[in-house]
């Protein structure tokens, strides 16, 4: 049974006791404020955003997965679908005319809760002219300067001390920027993540660091590669605080980024948020799904889907099935369009083989 | 008892040094472990501790004496077996730590030391201005007072590394960066190859010019999934969009007895990535010119430096424009009859091949690739066209080497050209060695490279 529903800190209600007499409790600080007052209080309105930017990137996330079965798409490609909450939530709190952003391979997502076009992502997907990368990243390297989205990384964990960098320049610039740098439960494991918790706290980094756990790295579970699976207490030892957060709640992701935001904001360097949320889909397109069972992914979908979840509250606030099922279809609309587009740009010029390997030789 | 205090070596390879100052003076009594004086290399200064107890008998060396040979005798001390230890307190209080130098560098712990070697001088650059004003400077000030000349001309540049603020660069290549820029452009990183070449290759992605140094290039090995990876791919991944203006920079290749983990030449690994730029300098001149150039270059620069060449003085034009082109190669000395083709340390052996070869009526074109990605092809073809043979020198491994590129170029785009076989004078294709005379034995030396010229010349 996936974690997801739960977060994990509020079982064991010794550790509450252990925190009130430990002198580094400020470290519990960010969660203990969570756990008081966990959800964002959205306006209609807000939540009708959130549901829709949560729709979109599902919607899109399934058409990719039919034009990776028809062979439009190439090579890897990881879905999004299950954890829309995590990437919605978190990049509502941004501001996005300061804030960077930098993740893994999982990006579609991301990107689109960043607001960029369906199209240059698809294009891209499809390995276009058009792509947002000219075709020449894919799935996994895709970037967006102008947005403050840094990739789009390929290698495991990379992306952690990239970002440090990215927070490293707001701070060297004083621009009050903060960046979040988001990476899995597999990535957690990797050294570099530990290097660069060391540092960013040292130098008291504007960043927040998000481990999306979707309880799989590839086909390993996270307790069957992680000695501490509550990875929101990983940054202890480095006097990051932790946050443990259910990233299948879209509200509560983003009543924590909130938090975590002013907490770094405020000068005091790095937080470490935890957001349990699962992925219905594989690892990848190629994944052959043997280390769960289908009666896992379906509880999570029946009693825990973050788009249901949302829906059900717009409905409780008075929302028609009539006007969802407008916005579901507009948005299947958005991203059939995404799809021609994709399909039917052309392929890069030969000569953009040998462009951009240098910037100013070539 | 007398005993001679000889001047120490301070490294492996330190031939002299100057004596700075004393901080016992004759009749004192002094207590092993007391410090006896400072040296200083052209590295560090460093404290001299007693080693024996007694009386400071004579100082024969006066303090502010320069090039002082390893093992002269600087002073004699009068042995005192009852009394010594008693007096050793008092001993202390006379060298008060106020006075010690406040340079971190005097705890420096003993590095490799340059020997001071008469390399014959590289012909006048072509980039430098014909009949501008020159200094004499070491390879080391020349990449400090490039580093100096970029910050203050560019806000966003700064340099992150081990050691490289408080204690002034393991190698003390960025002495006094700290005093001039402070601690928010000169930082020092926990050791952390790994997580802070990511750092400093995101903050060149978030708009900062980064130099990052690496206290040896063998230490990079951690981190060079940021240096391939993430810092040569992203601007071709990116379709053009995100650039990652960075420099790499640390000493590569042999230094001196310092094993096979620490002596080892990347440059063919970086010079094989595609985004990557790579230069290795082996003059002040260029080392100075083109390190400006690199810390101005929109793209990822590795700059592979060379311990044994940093104490080598060379002159160097005055003034903050001395800039050097990336891609362009240097004839260090002109010849008719073969090219030696070669970069870094392998210049200055080149040159002394060349010295030897002259005596026996062999002209030898010497060429000092400068960057090796990318490699400047046209100079290479250009004298092999004129000499028609051509000898390459790398220290480094020889498989799958700078040479074996150099040499499929030859053969690809100057086959007509060729009056020879091209030949490659590389390290021996082992592990380094420790041990003095299995060292020399595995590193390329002049008089290897001239048996190389001679096969090449048919003059065996």
Redesign the interface.
């Known amino acids: 049974m996936p974690r997801a529903a739960q977060p994990k800190s509020a079982k064991p209600k010794q550790a509450e006791a252990e925190a009130a007499s430990d002198p580094d409790f400020e470290l519990r600080s960010l969660q203990t404020a969570h756990a008081k007052s966990p959800r964002y209080k959205a306006t209609r309105d807000e939540l009708i955003g959130f549901y829709e930017q949560m729709l979109l990137i599902r919607r899109f996330e399934e058409k990719a997965g039919q034009l990776y079965g028809l062979g439009l798409i190439g090579g890897f490609c990881h879905l999004y679908i299950g954890q829309e909450a995590v990437a919605v939530g978190l990049q509502s709190a941004l501001d996005q005319e300061r804030d960077?952003v930098?993740t893994g391979y999982r990006d579609h997502g991301h990107m689109l809760a960043y607001g960029l076009d369906p199209k240059i992502i698809m294009a891209e997907l499809t390995g276009r002219q058009a792509?947002?990368?000219?075709?020449?990243?894919g799935s996994m390297?895709?970037?967006?300067?102008e947005k403050r989205f840094?990739?789009?990384?390929?290698?495991v964990g990379?992306q952690?001390?990239?970002?440090?960098?990215?927070?490293?320049?707001?701070k060297?610039?004083g621009d009050g920027g903060v960046c979040i740098a988001y990476f899995g439960d597999g990535a957690a494991n990797q050294?570099?993540v530990y290097?660069?918790f060391?540092?960013a706290s040292?130098w008291k980094l504007p960043i927040i660091f998000v481990v999306e756990d979707n309880q799989y790295a590839m086909g390993t579970a996270s307790k069957r590669s992680s000695a501490e699976t509550h990875f929101h207490r990983r940054g202890t030892a480095f006097r990051i605080p932790g946050m443990d957060v259910n990233g299948m709640d879209v509200l509560e992701v983003r009543q924590a980024a909130e938090l975590a935001l002013a907490h770094v904001r405020g000068g005091n360097g790095p937080v470490l948020m935890e957001l349990n949320t699962y992925r219905y889909r594989g690892h990848s397109m190629s994944d052959p799904a043997k280390y769960r069972t289908r009666a896992e992914v379906d509880d999570v979908r029946e009693h825990n889907d973050p788009i249901e979840r949302a829906k059900k509250e717009l409905i409780e606030l008075g929302e028609s099935e009539e006007s969802l099922k407008a916005l579901d279809k507009r948005i299947r609309g958005v991203v059939g369009e995404a799809a021609d587009f994709a399909e039917s740009s052309p392929e890069p010029e030969l000569a953009e083989l040998y462009?951009?390997?240098?910037?100013?030789?070539g | 008892m007398a005993t001679e205090i000889k001047m120490p070596a301070l490294s492996p390879t330190m031939e002299e040094g100057t004596l700075t100052r004393w901080l016992v003076k004759e009749g004192d009594e002094v207590a092993s472990g007391d410090i006896l004086a400072e040296i200083e290399t052209d590295k560090a200064t460093m404290e001299f501790e007693a080693v024996d107890e007694g009386t400071i008998g004579a100082i024969m060396v006066p303090e502010g004496t320069q090039n002082v040979k390893v093992g002269t005798v600087i002073a004699v001390l009068e042995g005192d077996d009852s009394e010594a230890p008693a007096q050793a307190g008092a001993s202390k209080e006379k060298s008060p730590p106020a006075e010690a130098p406040a340079s971190a560098g005097a705890q420096a712990p003993p590095e490799p030391e340059i020997a001071r070697d008469e390399k014959p001088a590289p012909a006048p650059s072509a980039d430098a201005p014909q009949g501008g004003a020159t200094s004499t400077m070491t390879v080391r000030e020349a990449l400090r007072d490039a580093m100096a000349e970029e910050m203050r001309a560019d806000p966003r540049v700064f340099v992150m590394g081990e050691e490289v603020a408080q204690y002034q660069g393991a190698y003390k290549v960025t002495q006094g960066l700290l005093e001039e820029f402070g601690d928010t452009r000169v930082i020092d990183t926990p050791i952390t190859e790994y997580g802070f070449a990511g750092i400093g290759t995101g903050a060149a992605m978030g708009g900062l010019r980064p130099i990052v140094e690496f206290m040896t290039f063998n230490f990079a090995m951690q981190a060079i999934d940021h240096i391939v990876n993430s810092a040569a791919k992203t601007h071709y991944m990116s379709g053009g969009q995100m650039r990652c203006p960075v420099v790499f920079r640390g000493p590569n290749g042999a230094a001196s007895r310092v094993g096979a983990q620490h002596s080892q030449n990347y440059a063919p690994w970086y010079a094989s990535v595609p985004g990557l730029v790579v230069i290795a300098p082996y003059s002040a001149d260029d080392a100075k010119g083109l390190l400006k150039a690199a810390i101005r270059s929109e793209d990822p620069v590795v700059f592979l430096e060379n311990e044994l060449v940093y104490g080598r003085s060379f002159e160097v034009p005055e003034g903050d424009d001395h800039i050097v082109p990336i891609g362009k190669a240097r004839v260090v000395r002109e010849g008719r009859d073969v090219t030696i083709v070669t970069y870094s340390i392998g210049v200055g052996i080149s040159l002394e091949a060349a010295q030897a070869l002259a005596g026996e009526g062999i002209e030898a074109e010497v060429i000092d690739l400068r960057t090796l990605r990318p490699l400047d092809r046209e100079a290479i073809l250009a004298s092999l066209a004129k000499t028609n043979r051509m000898v390459v020198a790398e220290e480094g491994w020889p498989t799958c080497s700078i040479a074996s590129e150099v040499i499929a170029l030859c053969m690809e785009q100057g086959f007509d050209d060729l009056d020879a076989p091209v030949m490659r004078v590389c390290n021996e294709d082992v592990p380094l060695p420790y041990a003095a005379n299995l060292e020399k034995a595995a590193l390329i030396d002049a008089a290897r490279i001239a048996e190389a010229v001679r096969k090449v010349c048919y003059r065996t």
């Open positions: 960077s930098i792509g947002i990368s000219k075709g020449k990243g390297h895709m970037f967006s300067t840094y990739g789009g990384h390929g290698i990379a952690v001390p990239l970002g440090a960098g990215l927070a490293f320049a707001h060297y610039r050294g570099q290097e660069t060391n540092m040292l462009t951009d390997v240098l910037v100013e030789r």
